[in-house]
């Protein structure tokens, strides 16, 4: 992918092309009639910006007309395997692959999502992405991001050595690399760790959270902190981002 490629690919998208998602700002908030969208949901609601799967396959096209994604793994009948609620995809653009992640209530709405979902990574509609994880996080806690105290700050809570987990810490050389403390013995080895956050830095798996909950989903239990991986879970999940084992 060349410079030219990666610019067109995070272009701004035309207002034309944002739809508006409404969120309500609590889940059993009473439905009615949208002022702002018409549309019968709970109320209120804040309206996310975001991109169809229409306009942003018409990105991919545009940069790349041989665009291709995978899913990680096929079932017995040989369509895209479902991990609980999730599709986890590759997706290819211009000789680059990135993992994307999806949901929905059928497999043709994961496939979509999570094409938009791994897209985001390579900065298609980023700039929406970012705006809706913060508001979502608002809706959530059932706060009006329109408040004044949304402009408030949040102390956060002291640092201490029994919360500290392995982070992901950003470097000069844009890769990602892991604190690694020391760690009982039948937790993942150093080499593993090394390698596994080396897999996920080229599958541009760089965000913390992202990580866990990629981890999640593919181990099938909650993973707070990668120190809690066993061996065995490590090399699961490098096969995964790695199925060539490095060939």
Not at 116 to 128: I, K, P, S
Request: hydrophobic letters at 40%; charged letters at 25%; one cysteine or more.
């Amino acid at each position: 992918m060349d410079a030219k490629q990666a610019k067109a690919l995070r272009e701004p998208f035309p207002a034309a092309t944002i739809g508006k998602l409404p969120k309500p700002y609590k889940s059993d908030s009473a439905k009615g009639t949208c002022r702002e969208c018409g549309g019968y949901h709970g109320l209120p609601a804040v309206h996310l910006d975001y991109v169809g799967h229409a306009a942003a396959t018409d990105r991919l096209l545009q940069v790349d007309p041989d665009w291709n994604w995978e899913p990680f793994a096929l079932d017995a009948a040989g369509l895209p395997l479902m991990s609980g609620q999730n599709l986890w995809i590759r997706l290819t653009v211009a000789g680059v692959t990135r993992i994307g992640v999806g949901d929905g209530k059928s497999l043709k709405e994961c496939i979509g999502d999570a094409i938009r979902n791994a897209a985001m990574r390579f900065g298609v509609a980023l700039d929406l992405w970012a705006k809706e994880d913060l508001q979502a996080a608002d809706v959530e806690r059932g706060v009006d991001p329109a408040s004044p105290s949304r402009a408030e700050p949040v102390e956060a809570p002291a640092v201490t050595r029994t919360m500290s987990r392995p982070r992901l810490t950003e470097v000069s050389s844009g890769t990602t690399e892991a604190r690694i403390d020391a760690e009982p013995t039948n937790i993942r080895t150093e080499a593993q760790s090394r390698r596994l956050f080396a897999l996920l830095n080229e599958n541009s798996l760089t965000d913390r959270e992202a990580v866990l909950a990629w981890l999640s989903t593919l181990l099938g239990r909650e993973v707070e902190s990668t120190k809690t991986l066993t061996k065995h879970e490590a090399s699961q999940a490098m096969d995964a981002l790695d199925p060539t084992g490095g060939v």
